[in-house]
């Protein structure tokens, strides 16, 4: 593949930063990779296992002659790091992010590029439970979405380069505007993910049901909730906080429903509980065809003695 | 493995039942497998795939002369099934079932067990989100637990048979009462379920974001809730027709917490989404740790072109 870029400069090194800098380089899209992360303690990590050509530890020095910057921090820390490498920024560079929500970030970043810089927000929606800079893999973003919201007055090249970049990491890469891209994933992701939290804080806090017994026969379904209620804390207090809107409207119209179907029981309407079950296997289908989940059993889970 | 029943029927050919047969082969557990359905159709195709020794037309008629019949139906045909084959059951005989809720199979179908046959209700824990004679594998018991719970008055050795038989299919087997079973099961797999078709509906319901948009960007955390919200409609309205107020009670706390963190989103409590969401990782920790769940990201799905 072509090299994109001379210098991609990664601030933050976490699960998406660190599984970017081994897909760039499996695909040689980068002349050289520059990472920085807040915490000595991470940048030490990835200094170890070589996960960047260099590790620098200021983030004015990361960006420092980057053709491509990538914050990939939570969305919290995006207004003050905007702040910081305003001033260090390449003229022609390309500034993009990898933040869940995109209006809050906008809102933060895009003040403090300079004229002549290019900005290019972007979410990659691909991750895992896990997170720091040991959790990154080159196939993290083959065949997920990728989704950019450059704004109107943005040239065309650099939106180019940077679909190019994504397309070499596995990508399939769309662009929307800000504002359907925060209620989009305020029903595929931020939610989803709320839910999932609440429910398993729920079994934690339960006196007349033990932890053990939730743990031991989580098997029944709860555990499918687990996985995207493990993930990074920090990241989703910051999506919540800054999705507000969206979020709070379709958890309304959750409740909604639930208390619908909760009803439903209540009376006994065996009927309208069929048809809205029914009704929900067709997205799955949907979900399976599309090529964005298997349909092994049980998602292909490997069966595993204690 | 020693055969443990010389003549096991199973009624109903689903998932479950047919997981059974092959498990139950594999394991030489059985001396005869007789099957029934109610559908022609179900019947058929088990004809056609071996799945059982014998496979008749009528439950009696199955039932005849078996010292195991493993009641595999929904949970709201249980009392006519019950009925009917009461009269045919063979004294010493042990009748159990694996439907997901117990106090209301022990209601329906106790009253029909003859003297001197020994009704010992049971609880799988193990699924996938495919349904039919087709969908059963001989590794779906392996490793999951297998709940029985047997009234006070149950004699021991038919007991420790069936509880053989079920560790004989690879299961963890512990007993339990009626109504804890019921509970520990609203809140592991029932009050779940709920979420997820909920969700899923209310993704399906939007008009602002269209199905395909929920399809493509599914892999942002809906997709995990798509799974179980794929199971079979006509059991999973049974369940909660059949287990209200356990459901209704964990309905209850799920939507006092999920109000709790709306408004921690509405006021920005940054602390309190924090603090909630460090704590629900723990319970993924326990859960990996018991052998319940694997820790490959994202359950180890494989990764597919479209």
């Known amino acids: 593949m072509t090299q994109l870029y001379d210098r991609v400069a990664l601030i933050g090194l976490g699960l998406i930063a660190s599984s970017m800098a081994h897909a760039m380089r499996r695909g040689g899209l980068a002349g050289e990779i520059v990472g920085t992360a807040r915490s000595a303690e991470t940048r030490e990590i990835a200094r170890e296992i070589g996960l960047c050509d260099r590790v620098v530890d200021t983030a004015a020095e990361a960006v420092a002659d980057a053709d491509l910057v990538v914050l990939a921090i939570p969305v919290g820390a995006m207004e003050d ?5 305003g001033p260090h920024l390449k003229p022609g560079a390309t500034v993009t992010d990898v933040g869940s929500v995109k209006r809050a970030v906008v809102d933060a970043v895009a003040p403090h590029v300079p004229e002549g810089v290019h900005f290019i927000p972007g979410h990659p929606l691909a991750g895992t439970e896990h997170s720091g800079p040991r959790s990154g893999f080159a196939e993290l973003f ?12 943005t040239a065309m090249e650099p939106i180019e380069r940077l679909t190019a970049l994504w397309q070499g990491m596995g990508a399939l890469v769309e662009t929307m505007d800000v504002e359907h891209h925060d209620l989009v994933l305020a029903v595929t992701s931020h939610t989803p993910h709320l839910i999932a939290y609440t429910m398993v804080g729920v079994a934690d806090d339960l006196r007349r ?19 995207i209620a493990a993930s990074d804390p920090t990241m989703w207090r910051d999506v919540f906080l800054n999705n507000k809107e969206a979020t709070l409207e379709i958890l309304g119209r959750f409740t909604e429903e639930l208390f619908a179907l909760q009803r439903a029981i209540r009376t006994g309407d065996g009927e309208q509980l069929f048809d809205y079950f029914t009704r929900t296997r067709a997205i799955r289908r949907g979900i399976v065809e599309a090529g964005q989940d298997t349909d092994v059993p049980n998602f292909g889970r490997p069966v595993k003695k204690p």
């Open 209 to 227: 049901v033990t932890d053990s017994e939730v743990i031991k026969y989580s098997a029944a379904g709860f555990r499918d909730f687990t996985r």
């Open 81 to 85: 790091m905007a702040r910081e490498i």
């Open 142 to 153: 083959e065949n997920r979405f990728t989704i950019l919201v450059p704004d109107g007055n």
